[in-house]
């Protein structure tokens, strides 16, 4: 299981490949939320979104022998990117098991940092039969997007940075939004902030109809998405939180928010006009509880991860003409 | 006169206030530019350009009973809205001076940062006499917007942290692209790297029609633009290089590299794609040499700053239809 020494040994492995994102602010921000907001621009990370940490992580943490038949992973996109960058920095194949309804950047992106990919259909296949069969056949390892204990690891150097840069900003007391999907990211923030800055308690962000982590926080036990597609927050549509990452979220989260689309698309087009960075629908409901939900929020400061920046420019042009 | 002691003490005086911008890289822009690109992202400053940092260091270094009058700037917008928020922050007023045809964004974001705006017309009137009554009659102090040698020690920090980023990440040898208007920019980060990194050779970037750096570098003395307007790579349109900077560009700087508009509005929509920053054209002129002026440049290695990020969304959106 991720504690913190295997966060600590993540950032050890990591050495500098990973780009320490800023600590952002503007103060057109701050007073639509009617309190400090600090953006952590995960969007800005390799790949353009935090699963490059997660990626290299894992990869970076195989024996050599293992680590050179090669990974395979299954994405939306993001974690596509980080795992095939990852394997390419390291000189091993990677496959990629990606949904036929990804974005068209991402599946291009993937290819072009070396992957195979393999397309399946959302809502016909088993995309972890799929995977299952492929690692077995050339001897693959499975790298999964977040039930894994050192992806959940090496997104938790994200949470080890918010707890360094809020320290540096004087910040003792603040909730931290992360957007969650299967809770990767979220558990390992959880995990370094627990471990290294007790007053930055999580909160989890997620599109609305898509709120199967706020659910399960609010029942208890983990609750099921009715819908698997159909959001254009795409990069954090999962069926349900992952089984090693909901006791973390559990233990650790306050309750969960869900945003609009129409929220995180005004989100996407702040962070442009504010903060000067591309953030993707699903990386920006972070923001967007932030900006929007602040009678659920209840510190003074609140920190947001922007965790991704993948958006289609078709997507982006459209919000900037109908929200900037 | 600024030396790198100047330097130093400007970013001591910063102490955290200003973000310290990351190095960031992609597969794709080295495929393109057919070496290893590193973008410096100054879009991502506070007030969304590297402009915040002379500001900064201008107000910083007045005694407190002049700081306390006051200070006023004449400005294109980006070193209106960087002296606008020093001086807020500092918690004394700014009169900012701003032609009438200046992107909106920065006219309304400057009146937000808190500074009183008065906006004259580029073709007709004099900003230096309008600045010098104003001075004069509130006990303003002028900070002029590169001919002042605490505003370029302020933009030399770019520099320091060039020097330091570039050798971790094991590169002693690059042309350091910068985007060039009056040249405090390029001539802070010129004297920065010859005291930190004599390795690294500064050379400057502007939109062709505009190059009057390029030409003046090229005949060793001050040569003028024939217009003043008309590009869209306002950020950096200046009549000619100032008369304290130029001296250090012709010592310091190798051959200026002019770029097309098309150039710039394309490197703006890959730093969009690649690299998840908003930039707007005149910030991208150094990245547009990097990626396409490649018979240019002569090392493999090059660092492009990405100098401000204030583009109206309207140019974005309408440079993603055209160019994604």
Redesign the interface.
Known sequence: MTDIAMIEAARQRMN?EA????L??S??LDEIAGRKVLIK?E??Q?T?SFKFRGGWSAVSALEPEVRKRGVIAFSSGNHAQGVA?AASLHGVPAVIIMPRDAPK?KIE?TR??GAEVVLYDRANEDRDAIGATLSEERGLTLIRPYDEPLVIAGQGTVGLEIAEQAQ?AGIEKAEVLVCCGGGGLTSGVALALEAKAPGLKVRTAEPEHFDDVARSLASGKIERNAALSGSICDAIITPQPGNITFPILKRLCGAGIAVTEEEALRAM?LA??R?????EPGGAVALAAALFHGNELETDSVIAVASG??VD??I??DA??KY?
Chains 1, 2 share one sequence.
Do not use: D
């Not at 780009?19 to 800023?22: D, G, V």
């Open positions: 500098g780009i320490r994102t800023p952002m602010s103060p057109f621009p969007c800005l390799r353009g960058l950047i992106n072009a940092y540096e087009v442009f006009q903060l000067k960075i591309v953030v920046g993948n420019s078709a982006m042009a900037l003409s900037a």
